[in-house]
């Protein structure tokens, strides 16, 4: 074997990671009935249930491109359960956390994830950039995002509208808990504006986080 300078071997070893990030694109995880999961709601007389699984470690958080938990935001994954025979709609569900300091947070939208991601950290003393003494049209909150994040988080939110019957819709919902300490302790999710197939408003979801906090998996150590 021909002897590799180990300039040119460390050189490729960094391509081959940044290709392999570069690579790397997101994949929602696998989704299983709502009732499964550690935390979660369910209401047995609509047949309907919710579970709230936060991606609040590192090796789940793995699966974004996007640093969620270093711009302060923690995403939590949702999964509605629809085990009734009738299809339940979701055209004004809102989701809230709300944390034992009773701190009520609303999940953010995407340009509020654009605009988080898009801040770029200034000195203070830099030259202007528009000399003219006119202001200059306001750019998109999408500016600075590139678009395989901007995919990604279009990927990522939660976007259904219905449960049809018998089956699970997920996805993620984003909340700002920056200066938050320990924002899951002692707290709850709640989910309201879902409706039966009569227009109805369903009563509203409670999802306990300490559930999540408190859960060892079967054959675990405590």
Same mark, same amino acid.
């Given at each position: /074997?021909?002897?590799?300078? *180990?300039?040119?071997?460390?050189?490729s070893l960094?391509?081959?990671?940044?290709?392999?990030?570069?690579?790397?694109?997101?994949? /929602?995880?696998?989704?299983?009935a709502?009732?499964?999961y550690?935390?979660?709601?369910?209401?047995?007389?609509?047949?309907?249930?919710?579970?709230?699984?936060?991606?609040?470690?590192?090796?789940?958080?793995?699966?974004?491109?996007?640093?969620?938990?270093?711009?302060?935001?923690?995403?939590?994954?949702? !999964?509605?359960?629809?085990?009734?025979?009738?299809?339940?709609?979701?055209?004004?569900?809102?989701?809230?956390?709300?944390?034992?300091? *009773?701190?009520?947070?609303?999940?953010?939208?995407?340009?509020?994830?654009? *605009? *988080?991601?898009?801040? !770029?950290? %200034?000195?203070?003393?830099?030259?202007?950039?528009?000399?003219?003494?006119?202001?200059?049209p306001? %750019?998109?909150?999408? !500016?600075?995002?590139?678009?395989?994040? %901007?995919?990604?988080?279009?990927?990522?939110m939660?976007?259904?509208k219905?449960?049809?019957?018998?089956?699970?819709?997920?996805?993620?919902?984003?909340?700002? !808990?920056?200066?938050?300490?320990?924002?899951?302790?002692?707290?709850?999710?709640?989910?309201?504006?879902?409706?039966?197939?009569?227009?109805?408003?369903? /009563?509203?979801?409670?999802?306990?986080?300490?559930?999540y906090?408190?859960?060892?998996?079967?054959?675990?150590?405590?």
């Amino acid at each position: /074997m021909p002897f590799v300078p *180990r300039r040119i071997f460390l050189f490729s070893l960094l391509l081959a990671s940044l290709l392999a990030f570069a690579a790397k694109e997101f994949a /929602m995880p696998n989704i299983f009935a709502a009732k499964t999961y550690p935390a979660h709601d369910d209401h047995p007389l609509e047949k309907i249930s919710i579970a709230a699984d936060p991606y609040d470690v590192a090796d789940k958080a793995a699966i974004f491109n996007e640093d969620y938990a270093d711009k302060g935001y923690l995403p939590i994954l949702l !999964v509605i359960t629809n085990d009734s025979d009738q299809p339940i709609a979701l055209n004004n569900l809102k989701i809230q956390l709300i944390t034992k300091r *009773r701190d009520k947070i609303t999940a953010a939208t995407e340009d509020d994830l654009y *605009r *988080r991601f898009s801040k !770029v950290k %200034r000195r203070g003393d830099e030259p202007s950039r528009n000399p003219l003494p006119i202001p200059l049209p306001g %750019r998109g909150p999408n !500016v600075g995002v590139n678009k395989k994040n %901007r995919d990604e988080i279009d990927a990522a939110m939660f976007s259904a509208k219905a449960v049809a019957p018998h089956e699970n819709q997920a996805g993620f919902f984003f909340f700002d !808990v920056s200066g938050i300490s320990q924002p899951l302790a002692g707290a709850r999710l709640y989910a309201t504006g879902i409706t039966n197939n009569d227009g109805q408003e369903l /009563m509203y979801f409670e999802i306990p986080m300490e559930k999540y906090l408190g859960y060892t998996p079967p054959g675990t150590a405590k």
